[in-house]
């Protein structure tokens, strides 16, 4: 299964040299929207896989469950931060500003602070079965933001960021070969996701 | 009907209780009203006499009303733990009536701050309000929601053994549904601008979500 | 009757259960002895489910009630003594009357008509831990959690306590987690741990 998945990547990366076009106007750089859209996503799989582990622990009290969630929150942690420095690199080249508070960049922040406080809690808590109950118990808190990040938030600011793959009006407005890699690039990540919560799972 | 009746019972009990060791033992009502006051003090000094944009001034409010909370509230399971009384309510009362109790006293507490700082700040600041009720009832649906949320969240890091600062780093992105829309319907009661009754509505949802959730989330405490 | 199915349970790499199963039954005072670490207070914990075991699980029936008097359950410091046991008895759905609450002083030897309306603050060890007695006594509990319950007492004290205990016993699930003899005494049964 590596083995398979470094080979994907270097293909995928091969692919977004050489055979995407370059981005009108933006350069070679821009590309780097190959990263970000897949990271973007597994962290925010991440975040529900966190939570839905954290859900079975409380359920079962089974603490292989509470290191899946552990797990899944530092693996996401590390995701979002990628994500997020790798958008705000693509934002400065379209937008011009790295940063500008849009409702995307306001939840991929959000989604930081969550997975920072989560760590910190379970950094602070000494007692290991106190610290799975408690952060299992505030990773389901969290994801009550999700339906307010997902619905309200983008109501009320006004957005830059461009529309998701599939536009709100179910086209395709993507090159094909553009659109492809993409997708392989996110089903890549997503893999690489699964595969490091696999290992050596006892 | 019983049972309701005699956990409602333990609810005032509780309730009764905490506001009488709040009236005895006044250091922490004071160090939240003073944290307030000194967070609205310095805003003021620092920006004297400047014209403040009502969308910043609603920002400062929430930022001032949030710091203070935590400071006020972050003690609601951990003062127990450290007397050694969380064990002995845990035993004897309900869980989900010791929930609600302290819910229902940080919540008051939020209030009594608000009254205390509110006009201080508005003074301070010279701020116009174009439409109290929208501003009371912003206040209102916020801080039901930083009590639903702040409870839940009090009695996690009470087992936490490093404190200092962790309460406000968890509390804030929860409690965020809350306040975008707080802030932005505090600024249109200062400029008295047309608002959308959804917002007010969105907010009372989150309310109830956020109070469903603690007192679900609690019971596996 | 409180049965304990298979309970395993340890702190990090101290494990103080493994694999216990027992049956505790009402009418006996049940002493529960054994060195220090080896787990009396925390057995007490686990027979009133105030904690989980790791594996396994502890039952009894659901309308049980349990009341405690152990050395980590503290009482209100800033209430008086007579807001602290009016304050747990309503948390059990009870409301005293002044003869009741002067009733229960006299049965743990507190003068609750002189000390009633004083702050537990300016109570001696001794003093709260009656006070703790008379709260216990006042929620008519049906399992009692005892921890060296008269550790701070005087003579005098402790046998007003014993005789408590003693006429209690019947139709209650008592144990008593005690290293003392004078309180090994008074119990008919003694489970020794580690087990």
């Given at each position: 299964?590596?083995?398979?998945?470094?080979?994907?990547?270097?293909?995928?990366?091969?692919?977004?040299?050489?055979?995407?076009?370059?981005?009108?106007?933006?350069?070679?750089?821009?590309?780097?929207?190959?990263?970000?859209?897949?990271?973007?996503?597994?962290?925010?799989?991440?975040?529900?896989?966190?939570?839905?582990?954290?859900?079975?622990?409380?359920?079962?009290?089974?603490?292989?469950?509470?290191?899946l969630?552990?797990?899944?929150?530092?693996?996401?942690?590390?995701?979002?931060?990628?994500?997020?420095?790798?958008?705000a690199?693509?934002?400065?080249?379209?937008?011009?500003?790295?940063?500008?508070?849009?409702?995307?960049?306001?939840?991929?922040?959000?989604?930081?602070?969550?997975?920072?406080?989560?760590l910190?809690?379970?950094?602070?808590?000494?007692?290991?079965?106190?610290?799975?109950?408690?952060?299992?118990?505030?990773?389901?808190?969290?994801?009550?933001?999700?339906?307010?990040?997902?619905?309200?938030?983008?109501?009320?600011?006004?957005?830059?960021?461009?529309?998701p793959?599939?536009?709100?009006?179910?086209?395709?407005?993507?090159?094909?070969?553009?659109?492809?890699?993409?997708?392989?690039?996110?089903?890549?990540?997503?893999?690489?996701?699964?595969?490091?919560?696999?290992?050596?799972?006892? | 009907?019983?049972?309701?009746?005699?956990?409602?019972?333990?609810?005032?009990?509780?309730?009764?209780?905490?506001?009488?060791?709040?009236?005895?033992?006044?250091?922490?009502?004071?160090a939240?009203?003073?944290?307030?006051?000194?967070?609205v003090?310095?805003?003021?000094?620092?920006?004297?006499?400047?014209?403040?944009?009502?969308?910043?001034?609603?920002?400062?409010l929430?930022?001032?009303?949030?710091?203070?909370?935590?400071?006020?509230?972050?003690g609601?399971f951990?003062?127990?733990?450290?007397?050694?009384?969380?064990p002995t309510?845990?035993?004897?009362?309900?869980?989900?009536?010791?929930?609600?109790?302290?819910?229902?006293?940080?919540?008051?507490?939020?209030?009594?701050?608000?009254?205390?700082?509110?006009?201080?700040?508005?003074?301070?600041?010279?701020?116009?309000?174009?439409?109290?009720?929208?501003?009371?009832?912003?206040?209102?649906?916020?801080?039901?929601?930083?009590?639903?949320?702040?409870?839940?969240?009090?009695?996690?890091?009470?087992?936490?053994?490093?404190?200092?600062?962790?309460?406000?780093?968890?509390?804030?992105?929860?409690?965020?549904?809350?306040?975008?829309?707080?802030?932005?319907?505090?600024?249109?009661?200062?400029?008295?601008?047309?608002?959308?009754?959804?917002?007010?509505?969105?907010?009372?949802?989150?309310?109830?979500?956020?109070?469903?959730?603690?007192?679900?989330?609690?019971?596996?405490? | 009757?409180?049965?304990?199915?298979?309970?395993?349970?340890?702190?990090?790499?101290?494990?103080?259960?493994?694999?216990?199963?027992?049956?505790?039954?009402?009418?006996?005072?049940?002493g529960?002895?054994?060195?220090?670490?080896?787990?009396?207070?925390?057995?007490?914990?686990?027979?009133?489910?105030?904690?989980?075991?790791?594996?396994?699980?502890?039952?009894?029936?659901?309308?049980?009630?349990?009341?405690?008097?152990?050395?980590?359950?503290?009482i209100?410091?800033?209430?008086?003594?007579?807001?602290?046991?009016?304050?747990?008895?309503?948390?059990?759905?009870?409301?005293?009357?002044?003869?009741?609450?002067?009733?229960?002083?006299?049965?743990?030897?507190?003068?609750?008509?002189?000390?009633?309306?004083?702050?537990?603050?300016?109570?001696?060890?001794?003093?709260?831990?009656?006070l703790?007695?008379?709260?216990?006594?006042?929620?008519?509990?049906?399992?009692?959690?005892?921890?060296?319950?008269?550790?701070?007492?005087?003579?005098?004290?402790?046998?007003?306590?014993?005789?408590?205990?003693?006429?209690?016993?019947?139709?209650?699930?008592?144990?008593?987690?005690?290293?003392?003899?004078?309180?090994?005494?008074?119990?008919?049964?003694?489970?020794?741990?580690?087990?």
């Open positions: 299964m590596n083995k398979i998945l470094i080979l994907l990547t270097a293909a995928i990366c091969a692919a977004i040299i050489f055979l995407v076009p370059p981005i009108k106007g933006l350069g070679e750089v821009a590309k780097i929207i190959f990263f970000h859209v897949p990271t973007a996503w597994v962290s925010v799989v991440a975040f529900f896989a966190s939570a839905f582990y954290a859900a079975k622990f409380l359920r079962s009290s089974n603490f292989a469950f509470d290191r969630s552990e797990r899944a929150a530092r693996l996401g942690f590390i995701f979002v931060l990628l994500s997020t420095i790798s958008g690199i693509f934002s400065k080249l379209t937008w011009g500003a790295y940063w500008n508070w849009d409702p995307r960049q306001t939840t991929i922040f959000i989604l930081i602070l969550i997975y920072g406080a989560y910190t809690l379970r950094a602070a808590v000494s007692d290991e079965k106190v610290r799975a109950k408690v952060s299992a118990i505030y990773s389901l808190l969290s994801v009550l933001t999700v339906p307010f990040l997902v619905f309200i938030l983008p109501r009320m600011y006004f957005s830059l960021h461009p529309s793959v599939l536009n709100s009006s179910g086209k395709i407005e993507m090159d094909s070969i553009v659109l492809t890699v993409l997708i392989a690039a996110v089903v890549d990540a997503t893999l690489i996701f699964v595969q490091l919560m696999r290992r050596d799972l006892k | 009907m019983k049972l309701f009746d005699y956990r409602f019972k333990s609810v005032v009990a509780i309730l009764r209780k905490d506001f009488l060791i709040g009236m005895r033992r006044r250091a922490t009502f004071a939240m009203m003073m944290f307030a006051l000194t967070a003090a310095s805003l003021s000094l620092s920006t004297s006499g400047a014209f403040v944009e009502p969308k910043f001034l609603a920002a400062l929430w930022v001032v009303i949030f710091f203070a909370a935590s400071a006020g509230i972050s609601t951990d003062d127990e733990a450290t007397a050694g009384t969380l309510l845990k035993l004897y009362a309900p869980a989900q009536a010791i929930l609600f109790g302290k819910m229902i006293y940080v919540f008051l507490s939020l209030v009594a701050l608000t009254i205390f700082i509110l006009p201080i700040f508005l003074i301070l600041f010279d701020a116009p309000i174009e439409n109290f009720l929208l501003l009371v009832a912003t206040i209102f649906l916020g801080l039901i929601g930083v009590a639903a949320a702040g409870t839940l969240t009090a009695a996690l890091t009470t087992s936490a053994t490093v404190k200092g600062g962790l309460f406000p780093i968890l509390l804030f992105p929860v409690t965020l549904p809350i306040f975008l829309p707080a802030i932005a319907l505090t600024e249109l009661s200062f400029t008295g601008a047309a608002f959308e009754a959804s917002s007010l509505i969105v907010m009372a949802v989150f309310d109830l979500i956020l109070i469903t959730a603690s007192s679900i989330l609690y019971d596996y405490l | 009757m409180i049965t304990f199915d298979d309970v395993s349970l340890s702190f990090g790499r101290r494990e103080l259960f493994k694999n216990i199963s027992l049956k505790l039954c009402g009418g006996k005072i049940i529960v002895t054994g060195a220090n670490g080896a787990g009396k207070s925390t057995f007490l914990k686990l027979a009133g489910k105030i904690i989980q075991p790791d594996s396994g699980s502890v039952n009894f029936p659901a309308d049980k009630k349990i009341a405690a008097v152990t050395p980590e359950m503290k209100y410091d800033n209430l008086t003594a007579l807001e602290n046991l009016k304050f747990f008895s309503e948390l059990r759905g009870k409301n005293l009357s002044a003869e009741k609450i002067l009733e229960l002083g006299e049965r743990v030897g507190l003068d609750l008509e002189t000390f009633g309306n004083v702050r537990v603050e300016n109570f001696s060890t001794g003093m709260r831990q009656r703790k007695f008379a709260i216990l006594l006042s929620v008519d509990a049906d399992i009692w959690l005892l921890d060296e319950p008269t550790a701070n007492l005087d003579d005098a004290g402790r046998d007003k306590i014993f005789n408590e205990i003693r006429a209690a016993k019947s139709g209650k699930i008592i144990l008593l987690a005690t290293n003392d003899k004078l309180e090994e005494n008074i119990c008919d049964e003694i489970i020794r741990l580690p087990l």
